[in-house]
Structures are given as structure tokens and as C-alpha cells.
């Protein structure tokens, strides 16, 4: 505390990240992050960008980047919008598009990052509850808002919401932008993106840290209506205007233009998962249904904080969150099939130790 | 227009970066871009760490690049924070430390994008003319304040302030946080980062885009007391706490390795500064004194505006402000001593056409 910061400095309970622990021949299932590599043709655009041409700034509009997306999925480039991390397109939209005199609705249970933009921002919001089995209701949000947002694919659960229900929700919300968070939807999920030449009210967030394999590179994006996307911009526009470095532009253009180097490792994160799935089953776990790069799942028997300690003393890290609904729960990443057998394997010997 | 934007959107006119043309063969001298490339060893640092590591998310904390330019200042490391930009970096710091309930202050003329965070933010705030010369005043700022920011040296005039004058303010405002934006320091300047032991209420911000020859990787950091350190942290884990990429980490870090590089970066875009003042004055020229990477300038007999549209045509583009006080200059970033020499010859014919 210092008398030097601000009102909301004070106020502020910021996020915690899943922690990079620097471990030797750790297996780190904690974070969600692709076990396979960006495409090659990555590697070879940031080599080709990483010269002395660094010194000077970078498109700050990233329309070159902004075209490919927009060809990617059938828009136009003006419904695009591109960020530092989908965490900072999200920031942007809460700012800019869901702070309004009704209160924002979000699950209790999604991405936690959200009552963090709004108490930065000082948006009035109403956590409204999962059902008993983790899935989203529409009908419990036919209250009046000023905005709706979850992710979809659900996090930590993985449950994946149908679209029938997003257009419902979007049609009864004619005056509210609804932002479909799909860090996830690569992996199993279907894809709002396609309704958003017929609802001017939708805005869909999405990163290249999972699905592409670029965690460390910082990239996410928005599409929705160019209004929405005018409104983003703005506030970008004040906040950085250049906010993504060549290097980045550069990665995240190519990643897109490798479309079977996408799919094939997509594919084998989904194989991978249901694979796993199955052996957690025999091994007296209940799993959600997965729809993402990771498992939601619980154990009949032991209790989920001291499956995350021992797992961790093996030098395997999952994501445990000691909070209300969650808390005999373990969320774990899908690694690489070899990863995947060893952890198998450890919590074989944990559940019948 | 959008009714889907929040009231702050329709109420910011956002920053106005200068203009990256895709022109052939372009002397480009609009954006205080460094004319020589980065450091060898940034070059290598980034084709060490574009992997397929890059699947993994970077350190949040950025702790070995905080540490580096902790060293580097003689500071603790947390007396160090990083972001994606000194843009965001100055965001955070509107945000977190100079939105109070007393207004902001800094000078008529400084870097244009203040009043956008001041919008951005709803901070009220005070803009106090500088002398007719361009030089700040500082018993113009013997008022209540919220905090005072001002560019030193500053932009687009040029002209330092001395670092006296700068410990006068901090003394005269113990209650309010008072940033020095540095962005031109490495350029002729005297660092406030010196104060910062003795001044809890000082913030000092600077970017590796100028002196350091990296604008196209978006790095910029801020030094002051840990306490306003911890503000900025608090308001960037709860926009993104992955601020910085991989890539970016590794070369901001090798580029504060490599100081001779730096050292003789800097000097020869002093030398050439020195030697291009001196011409332009024979072209009859008024330039204001430079401690930055750019001039000042303007011309007796000849309208800027029409200076600046007469160097496009010859394919040099420099930066001309259709603003109050700042319309009868233009702002020229130093090249290469080629590309100075195109100028002056250009500038010649223009004047005494």
C-alpha cells in the first residue's frame, strides 16, 4: 500500500497467473500451453524479421496480419482486431465495450481474469452460477445487463456451450455485446465466429497460445462487427497504438498460413485427451467433458489439494484452485503422450497407494 | 459512432503515431527512429530464443531483464518495472499513480499522447504553457497537483531541463508522484534516474526504441521507489501479466549488455546532430538546442507546411504539428550522415528557390 497509487490501485486484487516454476525435467501440465512446437514456418518468419530493420516501429495497424485472419475465417479486415495476448484484447473490450450502467453477467465459474478487469475499469458486474453439473444455463441470463461474457469452451471446466444457445443468447440481447471467449474452441469446441455477419452484438476473442503453439509470443485477436472492432481500436489507439513488435507480427502470420501443421497438432492433442480421459476413468477419476487442451477432474477418494502436492514432489505440475466449487478439482494441461503416461502412471500409484 | 462503444470511447480522440509509408527508397526521418540497426548481440539473442520453446509462456515477472537493467541503473530490482512500450508503461503509470482527486500537470507542449491516457482514464489535469522559447519554467507549477509528467528532454522541441530543476520540483511536490519521461535521454540528456534513492515520489520511464535501436520490438521500462514500482505491477497483473514475449525479453536484455555498441550508437547521432544544426543554420534555419535524436526547426522566410510537402515530394518524410506554437516548425529525426547530407541539399534548393 502507498499513499502514491491510485483509487484503484488500492482496490485492486490482480490476477495470478499459473506459476512458470524453473524446474529441471519438470513436466508442466499447469498452464494449458501446447505441448508441440509452433509451426517450423514460424520460426523461419521471426528469423526473417530478427534483423536491423527492428529499429524502426512496427505497422501499427498490423494490417497485413489482420488480412490473414480475416481470410482465415471469411471476414473482412476491418472485423478484426489484434492484440498482445487475448488478455489484452479482452482488457480493450471490457474498457470499451462492456462497461455501461447495467451490470456485465458472467458464469461464477469462467476465466477468472474477468471481475479483475472490472474492478480495473469499475464495471458493475453479476456472477450468475453454473448449474450443479458445470453447464451454462441461457436462461438464467434473462436478467438486464450491459453485457455478457464467458469463455467457450468453459475454463477450468472445459464444457463447451452448443452455438444454438450463443444465438438465443444473442438474440435476446440485442442491445448487449456479447464477448465469446474461445482461448479454447481449436481443440474440440465450434466456433462463434461464423454468426458474426449476423449479429452486430458479438465480439469473439481468441489467442495463439494454445491451439498455435505461441504462448510466449503474445498474440490474440477479436472478430466481430467493425463497430465493435472501431470501438477496440480507439481504445487501443490510446492506450499503445503499436502494440504488437515485428517479431510477433511476423510469427503470427505465418502461423495462420501453416493451416496442416495446425490441424495435425490439434489433432493430436484431441487424441491424446481422450485417450487420457479414459485411463483417468479406470483409475476412479470423474472427468468433464473436455472440449479443450486440458481435463477438469475430481477423485472419489482422495482429495484434489493433496493429489496436487504429491504430483508436484514427483515434478509434475497441474493447476489446483482453492476456491468454492472448484477446490476438489485438478486441472490438467494435455502434454505429449509420453507426458501424459508418466502422469498416468504417478497417479495410478497415488489412487491405490 | 457506435451505441455498443462505452461513454469513454466516444469521448477519446486517440494518439496520432507518425506514419510508416511504404514508400521505395524513402529518407525517413518522421519517427525518431534510431538510423543504425540494434546491437549484433540483441540479433543473436532472438534467433537463440525463437524455438519451439515459444509454446511456453514467458516469465511474467520478466525477472532476468528487470535484473539486467536494475544492474545496469544501480538500482534494486525492484525498483524496476517492464512493459510493452514506454506507451504502456506511461498508461499503467496514468492509471495507477496520477489519477487523483487534484489535477495533473504538465506543459502546453510535451508528448502529444498525455491528454489521450488523461481521456482514456477520466483524469483531470492542467496544461501549463511553456515559456516562449519552449523552455519550462518550474515556478509555474506552484500549484495543487495530482502529480506532474513532462518529457525531459522534451518533445517535439528538444530542449532538456536541467536535472537542478527537476530535484527543485520534487522537493516543492512530496505528495505527488512526478514522472520524467526519458524517452531522448540517451541523447545529450541528464537521467532523474540518479534521484531516484533519494525521491520516493519520482518515477523515471525510458524505451529501447530510440537510443537502443528497437522500436520494432516494443520495449520500455519505468525506475523509481519499490512502493510505485509495486502500483504499476498491481495495474499490469490486472490487464496482462505476460506483458513482454519471449523475444522480446531476450533482446531488450542483450541490448543492455552490449554498451559499447550503445555508446557508439548514441555518439555518432550526436556527432551528426551537432554537424546538421550548424548547416541548417547557414540555410538560414532557427533550431532549437537538441539534447535528442531529432531537431527542432524553422525557417524565417518559408511556411513548414509547405517545407514538409515540398521534402515528401523528394521522397523524405519528416514530421510537421498542424498545431498552436508548433506550426511554424518541423521536427526532423537525425539519419544516417548520408541520408543528412540528402536533406540539407534538398533544403537548400527548397530555400533558396
Known amino acids: 500500500m502507498s499513499r502514491f497509487w491510485s483509487e484503484t490501485v488500492h482496490s485492486l486484487t490482480p490476477y495470478t497467473p499459473g506459476e512458470q516454476p524453473q524446474i529441471e525435467q519438470l513436466i508442466k501440465l499447469n498452464t494449458n500451453e501446447n505441448p508441440y512446437g509452433p509451426s517450423p514456418q514460424v520460426i523461419t518468419a521471426i ?33 478484426v482486431f489484434v492484440g498482445n495476448s487475448s488478455d489484452e484484447v479482452l482488457a480493450h473490450a471490457f474498457k470499451g465495450l462492456l462497461k455501461k450502467n447495467k451490470p456485465l453477467l458472467f458464469p ?23 448449474r450443479d453439473d458445470f453447464t451454462l444455463n441461457i436462461d438464467d441470463y434473462r436478467i438486464p445487463n450491459g453485457g455478457i461474457i464467458f469463455a467457450n469452451p468453459n475454463a477450468p471446466t472445459g464444457i463447451a456451450l452448443p452455438l444454438a444457445d450463443i444465438k438465443t443468447l444473442l438474440e435476446r440481447n440485442p442491445d448487449s455485446v456479447i464477448v465469446i471467449d474461445e482461448a479454447y474452441v481449436d481443440f474440440g469446441g465450434d466456433s462463434a465466429s461464423k454468426l458474426i455477419n449476423d449479429f452486430p452484438n458479438l465480439l469473439v476473442t481468441q489467442t495463439l497460445s494454445k491451439s498455435r503453439s505461441l504462448a510466449g509470443l503474445r498474440v490474440g485477436f477479436a472478430l466481430g462487427h467493425a463497430d465493435l472492432i472501431e470501438g477496440l481500436e480507439r481504445v487501443k489507439n490510446s492506450f499503445h497504438p503499436y502494440a504488437l513488435d515485428k517479431l510477433a507480427l511476423a510469427g503470427a502470420q505465418a502461423a495462420f498460413k501453416d493451416d496442416a501443421y495446425f490441424i495435425s497438432c490439434c489433432n493430436k492433442v484431441i487424441a491424446t485427451r481422450e485417450r487420457v480421459v479414459k485411463d483417468m476413468q479406470k483409475l476412479g477419476f470423474s472427468v468433464l467433458p473436455s472440449a479443450t487442451n486440458f481435463v477438469f477432474a475430481k477423485h472419489a477418494e482422495h482429495t484434489a489439494s493433496v493429489l496436487f502436492e504429491k504430483l508436484r514432489e514427483q515434478r509434475i505440475v497441474v493447476r489446483y484452485f482453492d476456491k468454492p466449487r472448484l477446490s476438489d478439482y485438478l486441472r490438467i494441461s494435455i502434454g505429449t503422450d509420453a507426458e501424459m503416461d508418466t502422469l498416468l502412471d504417478v497417479l495410478g500409484k497415488l489412487v491405490s497407494a
Not at 471481475?115 to 464495471?123: A, Q, T
Open 47 to 79: 528469423a526473417e524479421a530478427n534483423s536491423a530493420d527492428l529499429r524502426k516501429y512496427p505497422d501499427p495497424n498490423a494490417s497485413d496480419l489482420k488480412r490473414t485472419i480475416a481470410d482465415y475465417h471469411g471476414l473482412n479486415i476491418n472485423q
Open 108 to 130: 461464477d465459474i469462467t476465466y477468472s481474469f474477468y471481475p479483475v478487469y472490472c474492478v480495473l475499469y469499475e464495471i458493475d458486474y453479476q456472477q450468475i452460477p453454473l
